[in-house]
C-alpha cells in the first residue's frame, strides 16, 4: 500500500520498435508505459498518417506483461508462476517480447532517465535507429509542348481535373 500510494502518477515511458516481417508488415513505433504504482505495463501505437494501416490505439492494454508468458486454453488453471518484466529489465538497447514480437527499446523520456540514475544507478543512453531512405521521387517537370499556354500546361500538371486560368478582366474589358 505504501508503494503504491508513493508512486501513484509516476509512469516510465519508453519508445520502443518492432520490425514486422509478415506480408504487410514493416517498420512500428510504440510508446511502452511503466507503471510504478503497481508494475503494469501498456503499450501504445504511434499512428502515422497516410501509412495506409488501420491505426489500432492500443498493443497491449493496461497489465502485468509476463517475459515468457504460459499460453494455455484456461488462462487460470496454469499452475506455473510467471516472471514479469521489471523496471531493472527495460533499459534501452534491450529486448522486450510481447506475445512473440520481439521489440527493442531505443529511447526514453526525460522522468525515466532521471529515475533510473536516482533509484537504480543505471544511465539509459538512446539507441540510435537505421534510418530507411525516404520514398520520395522526384518528377521533373514536362517541357512545355506549344499547345495553349505554359499557365495552361502547368495546371495540366499541378492536378488531375485543372481548371481554366484566370483572365484579367481588366485587359478584356480594355
Not at 87 to 113: A, M
Request: hydrophobic letters at 30%; glycine letters at 6%.
Amino acid at each position: 500500500m505504501h508503494s503504491f500510494i508513493e508512486n501513484t502518477g509516476k509512469v516510465l515511458s519508453f519508445s520502443i520498435y518492432w520490425e514486422d516481417s509478415s506480408y504487410d508488415g514493416g517498420d512500428k513505433f510504440y510508446t511502452l508505459n511503466f507503471f510504478l504504482s503497481d508494475s503494469t505495463i501498456e503499450i501504445k501505437e504511434i499512428a502515422e498518417q497516410n501509412s495506409g494501416r488501420y491505426a489500432f490505439p492500443m498493443l497491449l492494454k493496461r497489465q502485468k506483461l509476463a517475459k515468457s508468458p504460459i499460453l494455455t486454453h484456461c488462462p487460470g488453471m496454469s499452475l506455473r508462476t510467471e516472471n514479469y518484466y521489471e523496471p531493472e529489465d527495460l533499459t534501452c538497447g534491450s529486448s522486450v517480447v510481447v506475445y512473440g514480437r520481439n521489440c527493442l527499446i531505443y529511447n526514453c523520456d526525460d522522468f525515466t532517465k532521471a529515475w533510473f540514475t536516482k533509484n537504480l544507478s543505471l544511465t539509459q543512453n538512446p539507441v540510435q535507429l537505421k534510418k530507411p531512405a525516404p520514398n520520395l521521387i522526384y518528377q521533373a517537370v514536362p517541357k512545355h509542348t506549344g499547345y495553349g499556354t505554359e499557365e495552361d500546361s502547368m495546371n495540366g500538371v499541378l492536378s488531375l481535373n485543372p481548371k481554366a486560368p484566370k483572365k484579367d478582366m481588366k485587359k478584356v474589358f480594355k
